[in-house]
């Protein structure tokens, strides 16, 4: 069974920077996409970021410039850093890969961010 743990979350100030990270185990992570998502209070779960097995990236726009993904494939983690950071960027962030046709998600960690 694949698992994708978090950890990095906290409480940080506006303009203050976190670096998640998701280490997967029981896959061959070099393979596979990985995806960061991010679900605040009473809102849909949305896409922040993608890097492919060949490291092209992807992001929302509302976090281009402020934050970066990367992955490690010898630690089988994926990173997300996130620079900046506003209010509105609390929320709970998960990783996700599909992996042979299936989903795995991560327990998720959560990012605070006062306002």
């Known amino acids: 069974q694949v698992q994708l743990v978090e950890s990095g979350g906290g409480l940080v100030q506006s303009g203050g920077s976190l670096r998640l990270s998701c280490a997967a185990s029981?896959?061959?992570?070099?393979?596979?996409?990985m995806c960061w998502y991010r679900q605040a209070p009473g809102k849909q779960r949305e896409l922040v970021s993608t890097?492919?097995?060949?490291?092209?990236?992807t992001y929302a726009n509302s976090v281009k410039g402020r934050f970066a993904i990367s992955r490690d494939n010898a630690k089988n983690t994926v990173y997300l850093q996130m620079n900046s950071l506003k209010p509105e960027d609390t929320a709970v962030y998960y990783c996700?890969?599909?992996?042979?046709?299936?989903?795995?998600w991560g327990q998720g960690t959560q990012v605070t961010v006062p306002s």
């Open positions: 996700y890969a599909q992996i042979l046709g299936s989903n795995y």
């Open positions: 890097i492919t097995s060949g490291r092209l990236t």
């Open positions: 029981r896959v061959t992570f070099s393979n596979n996409a």
